[in-house]
Nanobody
Framework: QVQLVESGGGLVQPGGSQRLSCVAPGTVLEHYDIGWFRQAPGKTREGVACIKYDDGGTHYTESVKGRFAISRDKSLKTVFLEMNNVKLEDPAVYLC???????????????????RGQGTRVTVSA
């Protein structure tokens, strides 16, 4: 099992910005694509953004394209999710995990391992 640690969530105003961090142990970023997901109450887990381990290519779900940006700093073993122009439909617990590929299947990326983290909560309110 591999457990990544998310942080950076909090209260953000509509139209505001928030940066989430995902710290990965060991050489995870050297070997796995990393996906950001979100889960809102009563909704299924949704794949939001993904970054490829080899060339750093990125993928986004349609609803966040042009607003969110995924990036990584291998020296910090960290993947970031920059959320810009946050909307009222964005609040959720945001999770990160190694994924099989940056391809969405039924709205989610396929996990490599069972998810066992805590996530980080983003709340949107004026």
């Amino acid at each position: 099992q591999v457990q990544l640690v998310e942080s950076g969530g909090g209260l953000v105003q509509p139209g505001g910005s928030q940066r989430l961090s995902c710290v990965a142990p060991g050489t995870v970023l050297e070997h796995y694509d990393i996906g950001w997901f979100r889960q809102a109450p009563g909704k299924t887990r949704e794949g939001v953004a993904c970054i490829k381990y080899d060339d750093g290519g990125t993928h986004y779900t349609e609803s966040v394209k042009g607003r969110f940006a995924i990036s990584r700093d291998k020296s910090l073993k960290t993947v970031f999710l920059e959320m810009n122009n946050v909307k009222l439909e964005d609040p959720a617990v945001y999770l990160c995990a190694p994924v099989m590929s940056c391809t969405l299947y039924n709205g989610a990326y396929s996990l490599v391992f069972d998810y066992r983290g805590q996530g980080t909560r983003v709340t949107v309110s004026a």
